[in-house]
């Protein structure tokens, strides 16, 4: 059998971690499950083993820090249980000897070990590769280094550790350190010779080393999950803060709007006041249109206000909450709801400013021949997965080319949002007809719904902006606004009659174009 224990790479993993190697780079090429390798009860092919241990003195600084490595790693949380089954011991002599077995059940069906008390308080360690198996000179290294730091199981000092390299073979010569203990053995510990409780002890050993290494992946698994959740918290934290900024820069940019059309406002008031008197007529009283604008505008600012103060403050909250909780025992779950919070915030946040952007921009977009007709058929392709949800029925009447001189674009924007609130009106079942026709030179666009209507009181304020009488929870009030800005844009009409149980039908206009 060429396989040995997944136990042995216990050596490799924590030489790469210690010195900061990324574990790819070791295993590039080889094809292997790393996380699945760091199971002790998994086994792994001799050549496979041998491979990776030579990548692992490679990229340590070459073979020679083999031993260190082998060294340092039995004083790492993989050697655990054998140190304290060992402290238990008497003899220096019993440490290597219980080793030596220990590493058997790891390599037994590969290496060849022989152990051998030689007089004087030295022992003989030999340990053989054969043919055919690989050979792995970084393995021989490991061992000396190991051997050398094992009585510091009993609190003695290192031994000295002679290797010779006869082929495939390493031989070791260990000068075991003095020790008091020994002539104490009946009082203070216990001494393994052949068969003495041995299977029992080392069945245990395995046991505790198993538990000890899974619960050590864990804690190393849940470090990271943390190390990830801190890092989106900060993002998130971030990305409120930048929102915030944006907040303070549009509610700035709606200011100067008002005041701007303010201006504007009083400048064309003059101005008109100044043709009455040189025409002899009485100036005319500031017409209720344009302080609505003005009116409309304030809102519109406030509005933003409201629509974005509210989820960043939420975020803020949700973040500084994440953080409080940290050294909560149920911190990780506390950490995944702030962010599942937050970034639905963001989302609502970043569409409120798309509304708005959509609204607010005066520049002028060009305006080309386009078949009303077809860009009817495009907005109702977008819409496919809402009326397939509300199972709505689609009456359509497009049977004639419509030619109007439009922005497609904002056009198809606008028949999506008259569409998308007739079918949402109509509910589940419901029938949602379209019809289009050239009036002489108007193009005139109907939509019908069978929902429950609107009130006169409503039917006032419908256009405003963040209005809404939608009882869905992310309805904003901005979809009629960005349609009435579209259609005025156009030089066109739009028109809304409806009354409480009677469905409601809008009636949009546009300049058309003849044909030649």
């Keep these: 059998m060429d396989e040995v224990s997944c136990h042995t790479l216990g050596v490799v993993f924590d030489a790469l971690e210690e010195r900061g190697i990324c574990t790819d780079r070791v295993f590039e090429g080889l094809s292997l499950d790393i996380e699945a390798l760091r199971d002790s009860r998994r086994r792994i092919d001799w050549a496979l083993f041998a491979e990776i241990a030579e990548r692992t003195c490679e990229a340590c600084g070459g073979v020679l820090v083999a031993e260190e490595i082998g060294a340092a ?75 050398r730091v094992m009585p510091r199981a009993l609190g003695l000092a290192d031994a000295e550790v002679g290797m010779l390299l006869e082929g495939r073979r390493a ?53 990271r999950r943390i190390e990830q959740q801190a890092a989106e918290l900060e993002r998130a934290v971030g990305i409120g803060r930048d929102l915030a900024r ?94 599942d919070e937050i970034r639905a915030l963001a989302q609502r946040s970043g569409a409120v400013v798309d509304d708005v952007l959509r609204f607010a921009t005066d520049v002028s977009r060009p305006k080309v021949r386009v078949d009303v007709s077809i860009t009817i058929d495009r907005a109702i392709n977008r819409l496919r997965a809402e009326v397939r949800s509300y199972g709505t029925r689609i009456q359509l009447d497009t049977s004639r080319s419509c030619f109007a001189l439009v922005n497609e674009p904002q056009i198809e924007e606008v028949l999506v949002n008259l569409l998308r609130n007739a079918i949402e009106a109509g509910g589940p079942g419901s029938s949602v007809s379209i019809r289009a026709e050239t009036l002489g030179d108007t193009v005139r666009v109907r939509v019908a719904d069978e929902g429950e209507g609107i009130s006169s009181s409503e039917r006032a304020r419908i256009f405003d902006p963040f209005y809404t009488t939608k009882k869905l929870k992310n309805a904003r009030g901005l979809g009629l606004t960005v349609v009435l800005a579209h259609v005025l844009e156009h030089e066109g009409s739009i028109d809304l009659q409806s009354d409480p149980g009677r469905g409601t039908v809008v009636t949009l206009e546009l300049p058309a174009v003849r044909l030649r």
Excluded: M
């Design 73 to 147: 790693h039995f004083a790492t949380p993989s050697f655990a249980s054998f140190r304290r089954i060992a402290s238990g011991l008497v003899r220096p002599r019993d440490v290597y000897w219980l080793a030596a077995k220990w590493f058997g059940r790891s390599l037994l069906s590969v290496v060849e070990i022989d152990f051998h008390e030689l007089a004087g308080g030295r022992l003989r360690i030999s340990l053989e590769i054969p043919e055919p198996y690989r050979f792995c000179l970084p393995l021989l290294h490991a061992i000396r280094g190991a051997l």
């Design 171 to 223: 031989r070791y010569d260990v000068d075991l350190p003095p020790s008091d203990a020994e002539r104490r053995a009946p009082e203070n510990g216990a001494s393994f010779s052949e068969g003495e409780g041995l299977e029992s002890a080392l069945a245990e050993l395995d046991r505790q080393q198993t538990r000890i290494e899974e619960q050590y992946r864990r804690l190393c698994d849940a470090n």
């Design 246 to 339: 944006d907040l303070r820069q549009l509610e700035y940019r709606s200011e100067e709007r008002v005041r701007s059309l303010t201006a504007a406002n009083k400048e064309l008031l003059g101005e008109v006041a100044s043709r009455a008197r040189y025409r002899k007529e009485p100036a005319p009283s500031p017409p209720s249109t344009a302080e609505e604008r003005l009116a409309t505008a304030a809102t519109l600012a406030r509005g933003i206000a409201h629509e974005l103060n509210n989820p960043i403050g939420s975020i803020l909250v949700a973040a500084e909450f994440a953080q409080a909780s940290r050294n909560q025992d149920d911190w990780e779950s506390i950490a995944w709801r702030s962010l």
